[in-house]
């Protein structure tokens, strides 16, 4: 298994009763003793009517107090084959790094010690809470006199050594079997990599029916990819503690932020987001305010009570940047929102998109690219908010309107202000293509932290089922090749609708080299606790390559733009590119990822036998999602055959009315496959008592490309 050291022999090496071993113990004795202790001393029954001397009363003594909890701790470590290890570890997630399990050991819950580290407040007294809480919920019967298992937290010493020469060595951790299989000893540089190696040991563990745990003599070191790793927006407030168990570690939404009549400025979370400061940090996920797109302030009373800062010309809702003061404003938001329980971090957005009309047009502002000045005043707000938050330190988040001086931001950034990359047609795709800016690798090699902020889902605010571990692996692979920082994901419309996804992105975002997709898929169907793993990952890898290519052709969302026209009217005028085609290097649909026949009809034949397996799997929710797809990959078939049919002319050669009859048919048939099945899907994800009618976008889209395509094919006489 890529990532998991796991030895081809059951281990040796674990000690489990002197009575039967004659395991050197020399190494645990103090040093005024140990040489005075031969080897074959060592043995309990070899030592019990030695001389009374006080050197070997005492050797004696100190022997007995470190053999009595061993002899106490039951029966002695079983090996674990390797086949049997690599079924274990598929219930990690993310996979560490380094793990080998060689030994397990089978103790009642209610025996098994919890040790932690002296002064840590934080994460990691909340690590030996869930650890405590974990095995409490498990024990049947009361505490037994003696201890049978410890689990030891540490944070610091020689054991944590190693870990400072690891990348984000802050979140990297040990796990670290004593000899006699004991005890697991858990080693971290600080409280969080401490509750990293809990979690991770959280999964590991099991439990039987009479109470007992099943405890791996497990062997890790990990540490993650991505400095930050989480999300933003939709609810995934609703889901700090689901993403602290995948070590995911931010999570951002956006603020309620203005100014009064009076001129007093304003900052807070939004109704709901209050478990993002009140459980966040409890479970790992630090909060993230954000300051929304600085252009689109216009109704937040900034205007009112500061004219003098409304744009000369321009796009409506611009700021004149001329004007110092400005940043004394954005500042009080920074600090009000740092001022937030948890909170030591907020967003910046630039402005997103100002239409072409530009931003203010007075005398000063014209000396200069906006987008520079846009930026000089969100580092003057953070200087002057650092008067009365000295540890505060913020993101700034680009946008398609500052792509063309994403270079010059960057420059202008001192060094601990952090980016995100943001570029809502770029970034905000499922396209089988690169995603990052040369720029962005080469700041990012130069020492700046820089991270991304890509959807993970099929479109954004387009709900549409993906089951795609294929385009979440390549997409975080590209991240950490090419030296990012950190990723926040958008998953809409509903944390829920991309769950798979999400865990992908928590997955990759830290081994980016460890699992592929195939063992991701059969890791995730073990955790939901499904029959036939091995199916799932069948279906999983056959339905998520068709869907990448429809999805990744911006098939139907491009359906929703008159740029390019939308292909009943490129159909009518022949105006039509080949399979493979992407206009401008922007826009994808139709088929831009489908990049042959072959590769079509392929995908067909792929969609037919994913619908076979999820109705093998026998739950809707992968049957719905399977008929969706299957639909799309039809009625692109469908249109391929149409635009060979169709002359430039918009006639139908009378040899070919039949087939084009035919394949209008497909193609209406398919949609309205789609359009069936997006509803059902959508009520197998959602969560009770939450809004449905996600996918009724989708659906309304689905119909106008039905009735323009039936208008072509009343004109064409068919």
């Known amino acids: 298994m890529p990532g998991a050291r796991i030895s081809p022999h059951p281990a040796t090496c674990y000690r489990q009763s002197l009575v039967d071993s004659a395991c050197p113990l020399t190494h645990l004795l103090p040093a005024w003793l140990a040489p005075r202790v031969r080897p074959e001393e060592t043995n309990c029954r070899m030592i019990t009517h030695r001389s009374t001397n006080l050197r070997t009363a005492l050797t004696l003594f100190f022997l007995t107090a470190l053999t009595l909890p061993i002899l106490a701790a039951g029966p002695k470590p079983t090996p674990v084959s390797p086949p049997d290890a690599e079924a274990w570890i598929r219930h990690t997630i993310p996979l560490p790094k380094q793990i080998e399990i060689k030994a397990k050991v089978i103790r009642p819950a209610a025996g098994i010690q919890i040790a932690e580290p002296a002064g840590d407040g934080g994460l990691g007294k909340q690590a030996g809470d869930e650890l405590r809480a974990w095995v409490a919920a498990k024990s049947r019967t009361g505490k037994p006199k003696n201890t049978t298992f410890s689990l030891q937290l540490q944070i610091g010493g020689p054991e944590a050594a190693e870990l400072k020469t690891l990348k984000n060595a802050d979140q990297a951790y040990r796990i670290i079997p004593n000899q006699a299989g004991t005890a697991l000893q858990m080693v971290a540089l600080t409280g969080r990599g401490l509750y990293y190696a809990a979690r991770t040991l959280q999964q590991l563990l099991r439990t039987n029916a009479e109470g007992n745990v099943e405890i791996p003599l497990a062997r890790v070191t990990d540490w993650p990819d991505l400095a930050k790793r989480g999300l933003w927006g939709s609810d995934c407030y609703d889901h700090l503690r689901w993403m602290g168990e995948r070590k995911m570690n931010i999570a951002e939404q956006i603020s309620d932020h203005g100014v009064e009549p009076q001129g007093k400025p304003y900052a807070r979370l939004k109704g709901g987001r209050e478990p993002m400061v009140r ?82 047009q007075c005398p000063d502002c014209r000396k200069e690219d906006r987008n520079v000045l846009e930026v000089r005043t969100i580092v003057a707000a953070l200087k002057k ?88 692996h390549y997409r975080m692979n590209e991240f950490v090749s090419k030296g990012m920082s950190g990723l926040i994901g958008y998953a809409t419309p509903r944390v829920n609708y991309s769950l798979f996804n999400v865990e992908a992105a928590a997955e990759w975002s830290w081994n980016a080299q460890g699992r592929t997709p195939r ?200």
């Open 519 to 718: 063992e991701f898929a059969l890791s995730w169907a073990v955790r939901q606790g499904m029959k036939d793993p091995g199916k799932f990952a069948d279906w999983s890898e056959t339905i998520g390559a068709v869907a990448w290519d429809v999805y990744g052709s911006d098939w139907p969302s491009g359906e929703m733009r008159t740029t390019p026209p939308r292909v009943a009217e490129r159909l009518r005028k022949g105006d039509f590119g080949g399979l493979g085609t992407n206009l401008w290097g922007v826009y994808r649909s139709p088929w831009a990822d489908i990049k042959n026949v072959e590769h079509l009809n392929s995908d067909v034949a792929q969609a037919e036998r994913a619908v076979g397996l999820a109705r093998e799997l026998g739950q809707q929710e992968f049957v719905q999602e399977s008929l969706v797809v299957q639909g799309y990959i039809r009625s692109l078939k469908a249109l391929y055959e149409l635009r060979s049919i169709i002359k430039p002319e918009g006639r139908v050669p009378a040899v070919r009315s039949e087939d084009a009859r035919g394949y209008f048919k497909l193609y209406a048939d398919s949609l309205q496959q789609v359009a069936a099945a997006l509803p059902r899907w959508e009520e197998t994800v959602r969560k009770p008592g939450d809004i449905h009618g996600f996918t009724d976008k989708p659906i309304e889209v689905i119909q106008e490309m039905l009735k323009q395509m039936a208008k072509l094919q009343v004109e064409l006489g068919l």
């Open 279 to 360: 459980e966040g940090p409890r479970c790992g996920v630090d909060p993230v305010p954000v300051i929304l797109h600085l252009e689109q302030l216009a109704g937040r009373g900034i205007f009112q009570a500061f004219p003098q800062f409304k744009a000369q010309g321009g796009q409506a809702g611009a700021i004149c940047y001329s004007k110092p003061e400005f940043a004394g404003i954005l500042a009080d938001w920074l600090v009000e929102l740092g001022r937030l329980p948890g909170v030591s971090e907020v967003d910046v957005w630039m402005a997103e998109n100002l239409h072409g009309k530009g931003g203010c």
């Open 385 to 472: 908010a650092r008067e009365k938050l000295p540890d505060l330190t913020i993101y700034v988040l680009t946008s398609e309107e500052t792509e063309d001086s994403n270079a010059r931001i960057l420059r202008e950034l001192p060094p601990e202000v952090k980016l995100w990359y943001y570029h809502s047609l770029l970034t905000y795709n499922s396209a089988e293509s690169p995603m990052l800016r040369k720029y962005l690798v080469d700041a990012a090699r130069d020492g700046h932290w820089v991270g991304v902020c890509p959807n993970v889902t099929a479109f954004v605010n387009f709900a549409h089922p993906f089951t795609g571990a294929g385009f979440i």
